[in-house]
């Protein structure tokens, strides 16, 4: 991550104000000012404790997937699920046309 | 004046045609109901677990085994995370990190010269809804149909110089992906969509240009006039002096011109990460022999097979396997038929004049695969003439008729009983007094013009070699008498 790089001198491994900023965009949430201080505060600490493992050398080590060794779980190619519109679109917020109706989205 | 040479990378997304969709039981089949193939998996809920469809695999290494790729023995997937209706869960499965094939090439023929277009990886992913807008009401609908369908997406290399080129290698990797049987690559319907990264500079530069990638062309044609478009407009801001900036861009095919998409916010920061829920993929070297000896006989093999064994012409062995699906009527046809000859003279002409008619692309032909060879063997039999062969294949592309039936009911079986074509064809004779003398006096060419008068007379029916026979003896009569 690049935006790490530039953390301010008095905090090693912290987030800056501006980073928060990002990563609130990026989120899509809004952060009271309070939150923010909060926020930044708890990632940075967050950030250090995982910084521990930088201590480690796992330079020969290879990276792991995942933690316990399994097969992949394949499923069969066959279309089991029926048309179920009316229970799946219980869950929209808004529907229209049987579509899920959402707030004007454009590219 | 700078000469400029345009480069150009490509990345395809394909459909595949499994039955169900990548991580649940819900079929992948297209359907106009919205949300009929929708379940709480690819709805994105929380709670919910993906299952990989083992098919998907298959196709994608079938594909890469055809493009001469390396297949992994260790793929894994990435979520890639971004916000948008379209996408439920707020991410998209994908693989970034460790795609299922890599290194392949594809060869390409343009103006009579090979080329080999690299591939630098396919990887397997799935596809996002789709997302409607709704003037009227000033909202937008979404439809999760196609949401969680299996796609591969094919990256090549820059090494694409014209559009020529890419329409060339556009048209090969269709055919490619038909005659494997993993998508059906319908380009106006979606399910092959290619995504142009263009550039320009000057010849003999090394540094590639500022590139922009071009979306949104449905069809072969658009893509060209796309690139022509996009790289003409590069070359002119260069030229003014001006910047091109790195963006995604639209191309409306009316307008002729493309237009900057407004960027999502930040859109660049996927914040990619391995996908917890899903094991990684692992692919053992039987697997890859199996799949390797199920491959079917591709364009290239085909097309000579077709010209050593069938000894027809390269250009029209070429057309023929150009589509998986003339390939499937031709071949049957000649099963039926036993006239190989005969039966690409039907497909490269008949055939093809009615799908250009209609504007009907090989793959939207929807008849019996045994019907043209069934009328062939009916003219070969003498039961019908070729031109109600003609007419019945055009019935036949129309409403798949059965091409027996359709000639029992318009009673179009061929009249080549002399008897009754003689006084037909003497009351053609007794109608066209000038043409009979001017053949008489010596224009024999005349008799081509009696001989469709006849034809008329019977409706189109009659044995062109009998009437031919009967009106050069009745006319012969006369010149004696
Ligand atoms: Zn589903």
Known sequence: MTSSEKSNGNDPVGIDAEQIEYLEQLARIRLTPDEKVRTRRDLSSILEYIEKLNELRTDDIEPLSHTVPMAPVFREDRAVNGDRRIEILRNAPEQKDGCFKVPKTVE | ?481
């Open chain 2, 1 to 481: 004046m700078t000469n400029f040479e345009t480069v150009m990378g490509i990345e395809v997304h394909v459909e595949l045609s499994t039955e169900s969709k990548i991580f649940c039981g819900c079929s992948a089949a297209f359907t106009v109901e919205a949300n009929g193939h929708v379940c709480e998996g690819c709805a994105g809920m929380p709670g919910t677990l993906p299952a990989l469809n083992r098919k998907v695999v298959e196709y994608a290494i079938r594909a890469g085994l055809a493009l001469n790729c390396e297949i992994s023995k260790f793929s894994r997937f990435d979520r890639k995370n971004y916000f948008y209706p379209d996408l439920p869960a707020a991410y998209q499965i994908t693989q970034l990190y460790h795609p299922i094939c890599k290194n392949g090439h594809l060869d390409i023929l343009t103006e009579g010269a090979k080329k080999s277009i690299g591939i630098n990886r396919i990887h397997i992913e799935e596809d996002a809804g789709k997302l409607v807008h709704d003037s009227w009401d000033d909202c937008s609908l979404v439809d999760y149909n196609r949401c969680s369908v299996p796609l591969i997406e094919i990256v090549s290399e820059p090494d694409f110089r014209t559009a020529g080129e890419v329409v060339a290698y556009l048209e090969k990797l269709k055919s490619t992906l038909q005659y494997l049987g993993v998508s059906d690559c319908k380009m106006q319907e979606g399910s092959m969509r290619a995504d142009i990264n263009i550039s320009v500079r000057p010849v003999g530069a090394e540094k590639f240009g500022v590139r922009t990638e071009m979306k949104n062309m449905a069809s072969l044609k658009s893509i060209a006039r796309a690139i022509d478009g996009e790289s003409a407009r590069h070359i002119e801001v260069i030229e003014a002096g001006g910047t091109l900036c790195q963006e995604t861009r639209r191309w409306d095919d009316n307008k002729n011109r493309s237009y900057a998409m407004r960027s999502k916010e930040n859109a660049h920061d996927y914040k990619y990460f391995p996908d917890p829920n899903l094991m990684p993929v692992i692919v053992g070297e039987d697997d890859i022999r199996n799949i390797r000896e199920t491959l079917p006989e591709l364009q290239e093999e085909k097309k000579a097979r077709y010209i050593r064994e069938f000894e027809l012409p390269e250009y029209d062995a070429d057309i023929l396997t150009g589509s998986k699906h003339l390939v499937d009527v031709f071949e049957r046809t000649v099963e039926i038929c036993k006239n190989p000859k005969d039966a690409s003279n039907w497909v490269m002409t008949e055939l093809m004049k009615l799908l250009n008619e209609a504007q009907l692309q090989p793959e939207d032909m929807h008849f019996r695969p045994d019907s043209l060879g069934e009328i062939l063997l009916m003219i070969s039999e003498g039961k019908i003439n070729r031109s109600v062969g003609k007419k019945t294949l055009a019935a036949v592309l129309e409403t798949d008729i059965l091409p027996k039936d359709y000639v029992e009911q318009n009673g179009l079986l061929q009249v080549s009983d002399a008897g009754a074509i003689e006084p037909v064809i003497r009351e053609v004779l007794d109608q066209n007094e000038k043409a009979v003398s001017e053949y008489l006096g010596g224009n024999e060419r005349n008799i081509q013009f009696l001989i469709g008068q006849s034809m008329k007379a019977l409706r189109g029916k009659g044995d062109p070699q009998v009437i031919r026979e009967l009106l050069v003896a009745l006319l012969n009569d006369r010149k004696k008498g």
